[in-house]
């Protein structure tokens, strides 16, 4: 009796030590332009988190992006490719892509296909003291990210003739509907699935068919058909109208930009790109070259995404916290960046996020 006493102890000891050190490898690509400040920033955030939660992050740094280009001749050396394969999730920066043919394609691209990171999602949602077209908005852009026109797929046919794929998949398609309309269920129950069916009957025909199967699976979610011109213009006139958004890939890469404005900015504005085994974890923004080391701009974006990081792991306290302790530093207004009016740094605004997780 006596011994079983001390190896329940002993297990009950061990138990408590495991949940104490429960770790996440965290593969951090710093990206360039801004993508280096803003990762500072938010490290130093999910550093003050750290000291609040019992898990760890450990933080394992790689190469990306285009400075990598010359050194290696990749946006994305096969180092870092194995390094991400030996983590639990990414958190990137952005890359400047090149525009030149025949350049690399974007490291983002390359990613979310090698980890077949089908759903891009990108939540739109007022803060308080920010400026948002309407009050308390609230909604979600869900955009397929493995095919479409965004793939970059082109050739030039003749001398000023190019052509480019876009390749939309019954598989695919259905794929991201499933996402999106299992998301819709946890909020408002609301989808809209967003298209150019009258003119790329083929392409859009087979995306809005998958919507409809899919949707059939779905009763209690009620959903909307919309053309993508026609929700570029509702986003602006009636943005209360959306819960889930979802759409193919070039259409949600423009129509969440277009949404992160209508909520304050892309300053503000976070993505999670997510796959059935991996999720990499970012601003909707790119590199904004003409920022690099001004410490100016707004490092929320991908403080933001650093939350979307931890709920996907499951960490949805240690998310709140983060999302808390923004919506108190936008809430108060002492502490603005340059998009947000005011002067204060990237330095400043992580330092006061850190704060405010600190002491609450
Ligand atoms: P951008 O998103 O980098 O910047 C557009 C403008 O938005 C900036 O000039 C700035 O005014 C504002 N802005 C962006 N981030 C901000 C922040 N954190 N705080 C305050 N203001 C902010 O768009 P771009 O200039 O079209 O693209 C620059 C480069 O980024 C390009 O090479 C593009 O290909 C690349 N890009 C990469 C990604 C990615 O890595 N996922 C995404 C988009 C663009």
Redesign the pocket.
Known sequence: MLISKEISKILHYKKVVVIMSKTYNIAVLK?D??GPE?TEATIKVLEAVQEKTDFKLNFLYGEAGFHCIEEFGTNLPEETIALLKRTDACL?G????PEEAGAPV???VKIRKIFNLYANVRPCKSFPSVDSLKPNLDFVVVRENTEGLYSGAEFAAAPGVGIAYRIITTEASTRVAEFAFKLAQTRKKHLTYVHKGNILRITDGIFKEAMKTVAKKYPNVEVDDQHIDATAMHLIKKPEFFDVIVTSNLFGDILSDEAAQVVG???LAAGANIGDTYGMF??V???????TGMNR???I?HIMAAALMLNHLGERGAAAKIEKAVTDVLGEGKVR???LGGNSTTSDMADAIAQKIREA
Do not use: F, Q, R, W
């Open positions: 990206g332009g801004i803003i990137k952005p890359m400047t892509t974007s490291g983002a900015g892309l300053g970012e601003p923004h790119g590199s904004a070259p003409k920022y701009v707004n490092p974006s960046t340059m998009d």
